[in-house]
Each structure stands twice: as structure tokens, then as C-alpha cells.
């Protein structure tokens, strides 16, 4: 079993900069892929990016070159560093978690075997 704990989120004015943590707890962390997936209100949960154990890294096309995501295998807790955020990211962001070493695009819900609770991300105009 595993337990995710997000932090970070909260309310960012346009343009600004905001950095979510998920900490892991219960097994080796570097065994698994790790991914950040959001939810606005009346949509569908969606990939935002993913990093492999050894940091190998996959963005949703919406988020390249202004989200970037990465880990700390000695902290257990993988990051989204959120960059020039607009209203459009509004949404609860998850951490959730895939044991497995092999590197794939894993950006479906049903990739991932566990999931934190989401933090609120809200970025006003």
C-alpha cells in the first residue's frame, strides 16, 4: 500500500509561478512511476505529466514548456513546478502512483494503482 499526500496548491494571480509537492509513504519510491493528473470543474480528470523512477519524463501537450515535473527519490515526494499559469489551469491536481520500472507513456487514469486526495489549484485573472 501506498499513501500520497499532496500540498502546495492555492490561489495564484495569472502569470505567476506556484510548485506542488506529493509526498510517498509505504514502499520504495524509486520502483515507481509517479504523475500528476487535474480535474476542473464538470471535466474529466486529466494527465498532466509523469517521471519514471529514473526521471525519464512525459507532458500532456497542453503543459509543455510551462509545467515541468521531476522527483526526489531520497525525499520520496515528486514535484510539478507550474509556470505562467493561466485561468484554464484552475483545477484539483492529484499525485497518484504506477508500480512499475518500465517506462511508458502511462497517462490514463487506469495506469495508476494509487492516488493522493488533490490539492486546489485556482489562478485568477
Known amino acids: 500500500q501506498v499513501q500520497l499526500v499532496e500540498s502546495g496548491g492555492g490561489l495564484v494571480q495569472a502569470g505567476g509561478s506556484l510548485r506542488l509537492s506529493c509526498v510517498a509513504s509505504?514502499?520504495?519510491?524509486?520502483?515507481?512511476?509517479m504523475g500528476w493528473f487535474r480535474q476542473a470543474p464538470g471535466k474529466e480528470r486529466e494527465f498532466v505529466a509523469a517521471?519514471?523512477?529514473?526521471?525519464?519524463?512525459d507532458y500532456a501537450d497542453s503543459v509543455k514548456g510551462q509545467f515541468t515535473i521531476s522527483r526526489d527519490n531520497a525525499k520520496d515526494t515528486v514535484y510539478l513546478q507550474m509556470n505562467n499559469v493561466e485561468p484554464e489551469d484552475t483545477a484539483v491536481y492529484y499525485c497518484?502512483?504506477?508500480?512499475?520500472?518500465?517506462?511508458?507513456?502511462?497517462?490514463?487514469?487506469?495506469?495508476?494503482?494509487?492516488w493522493g486526495q488533490g490539492t486546489q489549484v485556482t489562478v485568477s485573472s
Open positions: 509505504g514502499r520504495t519510491f524509486s520502483n515507481y512511476v
Open positions: 497518484a502512483a504506477r508500480l512499475t520500472r518500465l517506462w511508458y507513456r502511462w497517462s490514463e487514469r487506469r495506469d495508476y494503482d494509487y
Open positions: 517521471i519514471s523512477g529514473g526521471g525519464s519524463t
